[in-house]
C-alpha cells in the first residue's frame, strides 16, 4: 500500500506557532529557526510579506511573527543559508530590521 507522502506533490512549506506581534520581541534574543515570503495582501509600503519561526533561547516553543519589513525581507532572504541564528528585532525610527 502507498503512502500519502509516496505521491503526493510537495505543498509550501507550513510554518506553525504561537503568533506574536513583532513589538513583542523587540530588543529580545530571538532564534530564527525558518520563514516564508510570499505577495503582501496589503498595496501600502512592501509588496511582500513574511512570515517568521522563531524561538526565544530559554524557550522552545515555535513562535511566528508577520512583517512587511523590506529590510528584515531583504536580510532573511541574503542569509537564509545561515539558519538558525540568533539575532534581536530592532526599531529604528519606522523600520524595523536584525541586530
Known amino acids: ?3 500519502f507522502s509516496d505521491f503526493a506533490e510537495k505543498e ?7 503568533k506574536v ?6 530588543n529580545k534574543e530571538i532564534i530564527i529557526h525558518a520563514f516564508k515570503v510570499r505577495q503582501s495582501k496589503f ?3 512592501c509588496n511582500k510579506c513574511a512570515t517568521v519561526q522563531f524561538y526565544e ?10 512583517t512587511g ?18 539575532t534581536m528585532v530592532k526599531k ?8
Not at 506581534?21 to 523587540?26: G, Y
Not at 537564509?80 to 541564528?85: E, G, I, N, T, V
Open 43 to 45: 498595496e501600502r509600503g
Open 1 to 3: 500500500m502507498l503512502r
Open 21 to 26: 506581534r513583532i513589538d513583542s520581541i523587540l
Open 57 to 66: 533561547e530559554n524557550d522552545e516553543r515555535k513562535r511566528i511573527f508577520f
Open 69 to 86: 519589513s523590506s529590510v528584515i525581507i531583504s536580510m532573511l532572504e541574503k542569509y537564509s543559508d545561515k539558519l538558525p541564528f540568533i
Open 92 to 99: 529604528i525610527d519606522k523600520y524595523y530590521t536584525f541586530s
Open 12 to 18: 509550501e512549506m507550513v510554518l506553525d506557532g504561537e
